[in-house]
């Protein structure tokens, strides 16, 4: 084990309290005393700035207390930022050496009717700047603040009521004025005796149009007939951008996870991709990717979801895994053209990375005491989530911390896709005592060396053989911390690290298999993690989450979840344990197809302990009720079928009415050996569709905007500045104040560095021209906003075996309250249906595929 930190000291997040300014009015010029310019780095050196040897003394050790006001009579709001799209036509990705925009003058994009976008250098446009010849607005930047801030007050009040059975409804739903003019509407009328606040979310709120198209079962349909008419139901077509939603728009087609996740999620959709490449649905995966990659560009990174309550943290980075499911159909294209966003998306997650101390971190990025550079969760804010705001609250309420820590913690649990899990907390079962942001888990720190492989065989790719080699060098060293750190020999298995304590943390998970389907533990690991998946983790129904039960959480025992049993048994057939692979496919086949025979549905998680096989998947557990679609289970239900037709027919026969012959699986593939044809070439020549806009709204519209980025406000009312986007100058940032750490050197709260540019590694092989060339597809413009949409409710879910639609909350409102690497020696190459692969660290030999 490594000695714990001795100079860190536990975080001094304050209190969060409910954010107290509205929304900067929307159909109005903004008044220049409203808006606020980031303090320059001399001003706010104590601000949470990542941290640094400090040559003074350090007067101000409180990292999280956010910027001073500039003495205006409203909340500080940070300048808008650029929206990160290009002018239509190109997707220049500016050369690293260009240096950054100067605090506040940050280019703002504007669209006019008759031409492409143009880049201003006013904060804050007027009004008229947004305006066609003829009145109205040409287009509109959207207001990327959550719900939570953009409502402040309603949106609490919402919450507090119980007004939706579902809080998340509440962060979806679209209001029907400017924020502004609806929050000043809701302060008079409160006040009335008669007022109810439920009539008045009814008269003000339309909730998102959802598809209206359902799944009609057939008597004698089987259950791949079920995932294939499930696509078109789980699909969604190009995004138009609505006035005042939360939703954010995206300009290709896109497979949402089913029920209450009607958005794009990140690493849901790789699982589900897996589905769409068995069933050889190529241009709807390559749409999803392209989804991806238009967020980058846009955002600086992939949100959790496409939801800008969402923007404030990520998931657990699978876009090059994409990229490498792409490759074995495309070719090399696939990894040159991203190539752009590729590293974006690790410039995101290794924000940072020079500036830390041994002992501390900032944002993402964790140095150990012994210079080991490793990865965490987190969120860039310190308030309740947008969709589980009461749930938060209560949370926040019970456990006797700094309110602020809880709600990060909380966040940065969502982040790493198990939220919730006893993985994350600190007595193991209670969720107050959550604490994700101390942990270095294993499968972001497995990703994480797969992204620098990735951007290696680009670079190499590109002809750049330094920062190919500089990145296989990354990737080999966070490989070996994987194997050192992660690794618990006591147990027999990779664990999640503390880092604040020095140890690993007592529970064991089915994030073991995550280095073997990585291909990142060595021959003896994957032996001792075989044998004790064997003996742990193995049930009835296939793999459980963790060996903790009775905490409530849905991430624990007695559940079990696709991506889990898919990394398990590609990681195993890797490592050459077959037999076992084949028992974890054959029980979860079992299980998944048992319960459809039994209700017609595909369901998002199972009770793989009970040996009874209930129609409803189990008791579910967690923030809501169990969901049905549902994206990666039919992907990688798919992929398992097609893996292990023997194994199939076994349980086809024990369930006849999902019974279907299953077909041959598709031949083994290495995607580094793809060559792209001309079909593909052509495809990637296309330029990028734009987002369908709807009518504009008749009246000027003009929210404050934001995007998240580097620092992290210590309430709603600060709102972080924007990342900077792919296509946005990233010249090197200039050196931090002496005085930029205070003696704690933990820096757990991170502030604008450098202009909000992310550090660069001063040894880092600079990219070529080449490497910054225009990528062949454009990304989206700013769409045209659209004034509300017409409702249209979801139609009921039939259930049984007569029909399936999504299942979404009605969003009705009720009167009656809610409860609150040595690797493995040339291991041949697996099939395709893994659907990513894992590079060797020297870039000379092909992988072999996940």
């Given at each position: ?286 749409d999803m990717v392209r989804d991806m990659a238009s967020m980058i560009d846009r955002y600086g990174h992939i949100p959790n979801g496409s939801r800008t309550y969402y923007l404030s943290r990520s998931q657990v980075p699978f876009f090059s895994l994409m990229v490498d499911l792409l490759a074995m159909h495309d070719g090399q294209v696939a990894y040159t053209t991203f190539l752009p966003e590729l590293q974006a998306e690790y410039d995101y997650w290794m924000d940072g990375q020079d500036s830390v101390p041994p002992g501390g971190a900032y944002r993402h990025v964790v140095r150990l005491p012994d210079g080991t550079l490793m990865n965490r969760h987190w969120d860039d804010l310190d308030t309740p989530r947008d969709e589980s705001y009461p749930q938060d609250i209560a949370t926040a ?454």
């Amino acid at each position: 084990m490594l000695p714990a930190p001795t100079s860190v000291t536990p975080d001094a997040a304050p209190q969060a309290t409910p954010a107290q300014a509205p929304a900067t009015p929307a159909a109005q010029t903004v008044p220049a005393g409203n808006v606020t310019t980031p303090p320059s780095p001399a001003t706010t050196a104590d601000q949470g700035a990542p941290p640094q040897q400090a040559t003074a003394p350090a007067t101000t050790p409180d990292t999280n207390t956010p910027p001073a006001s500039t003495g205006t009579s409203g909340p500080a709001i940070t300048p808008p930022a650029p929206a990160g799209v290009p002018a239509a036509g190109g997707s220049d990705h500016a050369d690293a050496a260009s240096p950054p925009p100067a605090p506040g003058t940050e280019p703002v994009q504007t669209v006019h009717k008759d031409g492409p976008a143009s880049t201003g250098s006013s904060p804050v446009p007027p009004a008229d700047a947004l305006m066609s010849d003829a009145g109205a607005p040409a287009a509109l930047v959207q207001d990327l603040r959550p719900p939570s801030v953009v409502l402040d007050g309603l949106f609490q009040a919402i919450g507090e009521a119980h007004i939706y059975t579902d809080a998340k409804t509440a962060a979806d739903a679209i209001p029907d004025e400017a924020p502004a003019d609806l929050l000043a509407e809701y302060n008079v009328a409160k006040q009335r005796p008669d007022f109810s606040l439920k009539d008045f979310v009814a008269r003000h709120f339309t909730l998102p149009e959802r598809k209206t198209v359902s799944y009609q079962r057939t008597p004698d349909e089987n259950v791949r007939d079920y995932i294939n008419g499930m696509w078109e139901v789980l699909s969604r077509p190009p995004d138009m951008q609505v006035a005042y939603s939360s939703q954010l728009p995206l300009p290709y087609t896109y497979v949402v996870p089913g029920g209450r996740f009607s958005e794009l999620y990140y690493w849901d959709s790789y699982f589900t991709m897996i589905g769409l490449y068995e069933n050889q649905k190529i241009d709807l995966m390559r749409d999803m990717v392209r989804d991806m990659a238009s967020m980058i560009d846009r955002y600086g990174h992939i949100p959790n979801g496409s939801r800008t309550y969402y923007l404030s943290r990520s998931q657990v980075p699978f876009f090059s895994l994409m990229v490498d499911l792409l490759a074995m159909h495309d070719g090399q294209v696939a990894y040159t053209t991203f190539l752009p966003e590729l590293q974006a998306e690790y410039d995101y997650w290794m924000d940072g990375q020079d500036s830390v101390p041994p002992g501390g971190a900032y944002r993402h990025v964790v140095r150990l005491p012994d210079g080991t550079l490793m990865n965490r969760h987190w969120d860039d804010l310190d308030t309740p989530r947008d969709e589980s705001y009461p749930q938060d609250i209560a949370t926040a309420a019970q456990s006797g911390r700094p309110k602020g820590e809880v709600y990060r913690d909380l966040r940065a649990g969502s982040e790493t896709g198990w939220d919730f899990s006893s993985r994350w907390l600190a007595d193991g079962h209670t969720l107050s005592t959550i604490h994700t942001t101390d942990l270095l888990t294993v499968e972001l720190n497995c990703m994480i060396p797969h992204l620098e492989q990735t951007l290696a065989h680009a670079y190499d790719l590109k002809g750049n053989k330094d920062a190919a080699a500089r990145y296989n060098r990354l990737a080999q060293e966070r490989i070996d911390a994987v194997q050192r750190i992660l690794w618990d020999e006591r147990r027999a298995a990779f664990i999640d690290y503390d880092w604040k304590k020095g140890e690993s943390t007592s529970i064991l998970s089915g994030a073991t298999v995550v280095p073997l389907f990585m291909q990142m533990a060595t021959p003896e690991q994957a032996k001792a993690v075989s044998e004790t998946v064997r003996k742990n983790l193995l049930k009835e129904g296939g793999l459980i989450a963790t060996e903790r039960s009775g905490s409530g959480q849905q991430w624990d025992s007695p559940n079990g979840w696709a991506p889990l049993q898919w990394m398990a048994v590609k990681g195993l057939n890797q490592y050459g344990y077959d037999e076992l692979a084949s028992d974890i496919a054959a029980r979860w086949m079992g299980r998944v197809i048992g319960t459809y025979e039994k209700s017609g549905v595909l369901l998002e998680k199972y009770d793989v302990v009970n040996p009874f096989i209930s129609p409803k998947g189990g008791k579910g557990g967690g923030e809501y009720p169990m969901q049905i679609g549902f994206g990666w289970t039919n992907g990688t239900l798919l992929g398992l079928m097609n893996r292990y037709p023997q194994n199939t027919r076994v349980v086809l026969d024990r369930n006849p009415a999902a019974d279907q012959p299953s077909p041959q699986p598709l031949p083994p593939m290495n995607p580094y050996g793809v060559q792209s044809d001309n079909d593909a070439l052509s495809r990637y020549s296309q330029p990028t569709v734009t987002l369908t806009p709807r009518p504009v709204a008749p009246t000027p519209i003009l929210p404050q905007m934001s995007t998240v980025g580097a620092s992290a406000p210590s309430s709603a009312t600060q709102i972080p500045p924007a990342a900077p986007a792919v296509n946005a100058p990233s010249g090197t940032p200039p050196a931090a104040p002496a005085a930029a750490a205070s003696t704690e050197q933990h820096a757990d709260t991170p502030s604008p560095a450098a202009d909000g540019q992310p550090a660069q590694s001063a040894q880092a092989a600079q990219p070529t021209a080449a490497d910054h060339a225009p990528a062949t597809e454009t990304p989206p413009a700013p769409a045209t906003v659209a004034t509300k949409p017409t409702e249209t409710p979801a139609p009921p879910a039939t259930g049984g075996t007569q029909g399936v639609s999504e299942a979404h909350d009605s969003g009705t409102p009720t009167t009656k309250d809610a409860p609150a690497t040595a690797q493995p020696a040339q291991p041949a190459p697996a099939d395709t249906h893994a659907g990513s692969t894992d590079k060797t660290v020297t870039g000379e030999n092909p992988p072999a595929t996940h």
